[in-house]
Every structure is written in structure tokens, then in C-alpha cells.
């Protein structure tokens, strides 16, 4: 049991800018799915290991617990439309889009800021979040675009000082 408030505890955290990642996987060896998610992060130069956390409660959750490969996409700042369409229950999430078959067995966005093809290292329970360690395959920079930031529950732009 938490003493605090759950709505201050949210507000306090997003205070914490992050950029926007789209994470996807093939259920089936088949269909393609994906999900916007603003908890990755960098983890490991060598090896080189990336994570982000997943939601128990996700309709994707035993889609993404139980896959061998996914692949993270960093949005650009002209990406806020792909990052509301992977956030939503939409079921034709990838119709609109660029994509291709990677060579890891994930779907590729094709036009967004860079992606990491991963493979599934390890999970950790997070409470009513799995953290997902990923080691990264390949990668690729696709447009030198500045990033997608989210920050107190809003879209916004970097601002370069
Ligand atoms: C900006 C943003 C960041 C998000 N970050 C995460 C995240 O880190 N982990 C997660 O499991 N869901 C995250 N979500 C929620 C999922 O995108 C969303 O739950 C999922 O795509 C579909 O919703 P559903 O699971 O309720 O069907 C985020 C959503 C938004 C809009």
C-alpha cells in the first residue's frame, strides 16, 4: 500500500521528459502488432541491451511477454499521428503505414527517426509493469529529424538551447 496520492505520484513522474517509441512483434509469425511506449531506455554499450516496461493489463501484454524478437522505433517530431495510432485498440494499426519485414523476424517502420531490432534477453516482474531486456541485433538511423518528446502528459518539440 503506497501513503500517496496515485494522481500526484503520475504528475510527479511526468515531469520526466522522454521521447515516444512505437514497439513491434509478429503474433503468429504472421500478423504484425505494435505499441507506443515511453519507458524505453538504454541499458548496455557491450552487450548492447535496451529495455522497456509493458503493462500487465496491456491487450498486447501476452503478445509482447511471449515473443522471441521485437523491434523499437524512435518517433521524429512529425510522428505525434503514428504514436496516437499505436496507443489506441485500432486494429489496422499498420494499413496507414510504411513497414516492412525485417530481417529479424519484426515489423520495420520505415520512416521514423532510427529503430533497434532486438532479440529477447530477459524479463523482470515490475510490479503491475514487465520490464523487457532486449539485445539489440541491428539498427539503422533513417531521417536526422529531431525527436517526438512527451512530457507532463503532453506532445511537444526539443527546443535546442
Ligand atoms: C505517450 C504514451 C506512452 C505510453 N507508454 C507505455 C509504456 O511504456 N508501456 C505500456 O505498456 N503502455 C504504454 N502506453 C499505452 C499503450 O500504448 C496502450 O496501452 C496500447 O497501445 C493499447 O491500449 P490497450 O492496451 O489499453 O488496448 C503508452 C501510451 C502513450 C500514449
Not at 521485437?70 to 496516437?84: G, I, N, P, R, Y
Amino acid at each position: 500500500m503506497t501513503s500517496f496520492d496515485q494522481r500526484d505520484f503520475r504528475n510527479a513522474l511526468g515531469t520526466f521528459a522522454t521521447g515516444i517509441t512505437v514497439i513491434t512483434t509478429t503474433h503468429n509469425h504472421a500478423e504484425p502488432v505494435g505499441i507506443t511506449v515511453n519507458s524505453f531506455a538504454s541499458v548496455s554499450l557491450d552487450p548492447p541491451l535496451v529495455l522497456w516496461c509493458l503493462d500487465n493489463d496491456a491487450y498486447f501484454h501476452d503478445i509482447f511477454a511471449n515473443c522471441s524478437h521485437f523491434a523499437v522505433h524512435v518517433l521524429h517530431q512529425d510522428q505525434e499521428a503514428v504514436s496516437q495510432i499505436f496507443s489506441t485498440k485500432n486494429s489496422s494499426k499498420f494499413n496507414s503505414l510504411d513497414w516492412e519485414m525485417g530481417e529479424f523476424g519484426s515489423p520495420i517502420l520505415k520512416d521514423c527517426a532510427s529503430h533497434f531490432e532486438c532479440e529477447m534477453e530477459r524479463q523482470c516482474d515490475g510490479g503491475d509493469h514487465v520490464i523487457l531486456l532486449g539485445r539489440v541485433t541491428a539498427f539503422k538511423t533513417h531521417k536526422d529529424k529531431p525527436p517526438l518528446i512527451y512530457h507532463a502528459g503532453e506532445y511537444q518539440v526539443l527546443k535546442i538551447l
